[in-house]
């Protein structure tokens, strides 16, 4: 069984990815704070690149969801966890010479009007400070796949449909989100990208069905081999894509 190391074990995506690839992977959990029902989890900030080179010791691909997910202060949240913090993971990766990295990048660095059709060749447009430290992570695997022999594969999540979050998303009449990813999508992108085939560096989408208006998902299919099967719109209550 594969070993991986999962960063951000214990947020929102994480927990969905570790009940979803229970049985798939031999998961090393690696968050800041105590992941529910993994005594063994390693509990450390992504500044302590000690603890995460140890971590990736014998692992086979890395998944990097850990960071502070919302904008926030750039110095005492942003830089610690979002700059620092992957530097430290792409090393601990190089160190441990693990040959698959997969990167959660944010939809929110393609800060273009509203509907329209973008493709990751084109320049990065991030909404927000936390937007741009995601981009600075996209650059850090441009440049480890190139300068040390590890497949980066970028996702670039959209709207992750999570179950706690629904209420909330119903009640302020969000029902028509393109860029809406249902969770059983958005664990299959990771699981596919973690078994892709060889490749330097790939930025993708990672939305679902729903999202086939605005971003190129056939790329998705084309790096990964994984096609959404769901649309996040008719989960909301509204339109399907």
Same mark, same amino acid.
Request: hydrophobic share 55%; charged share 15%.
């Given at each position: 069984m594969k070993r991986i190391l999962l960063t951000g074990a214990a947020g929102g995506i994480g927990t969905e990815f570790r009940r979803f690839a229970k049985d798939l992977y031999d998961i090393r959990c690696f968050d800041k704070v105590p992941v529910p029902d993994v005594p063994d989890a390693v509990v450390a900030d992504l500044t302590d690149a000690k603890a995460l080179a140890a971590a990736a010791k014998g692992c086979e691909a890395i998944v990097h969801l850990g960071a502070r997910r919302d904008d926030?202060?750039?110095?005492?949240?942003?830089? +610690?966890n979002n700059i620092i913090g992957t530097y430290n993971v792409f090393e601990a990766?190089?160190? @441990?010479s693990i040959p698959r990295f997969v990167f959660a990048s944010t939809a929110q660095t393609e800060g273009y009007p509203h509907g329209t059709w973008v493709t990751p060749d084109m320049p990065a447009r991030p909404w927000n400070m936390y937007a741009a430290t995601k981009v600075f992570g996209e650059s850090l695997g441009r440049i480890y796949s190139r300068r040390f022999g590890i497949s980066v594969i970028a996702l670039r999540i959209g709207w992750c449909l999570l179950e706690r979050e629904m209420p909330e998303l119903r009640a302020t009449g969000r029902e028509n989100l393109p860029w809406a990813l249902t969770v059983r999508d958005c664990c299959e992108i990771i699981r596919h990208?973690?078994?892709? +085939?060889?490749?330097?560096?790939?930025?993708?989408?990672?939305?679902?069905?729903?999202?086939? @208006?605005?971003r190129d998902l056939d790329l998705l299919q084309k790096v990964t081999g994984y096609y959404p099967q769901d649309d996040g719109n008719e989960l909301l209550g509204g339109k399907a894509g």
């Open positions: 926030d202060d750039f110095m005492t949240q942003l830089l +610690p990766a190089r160190q @441990a990208a973690i078994e892709a +085939p060889w490749v330097e560096f790939a930025i993708v989408p990672a939305f679902s069905r729903n999202g086939a @208006a605005i």
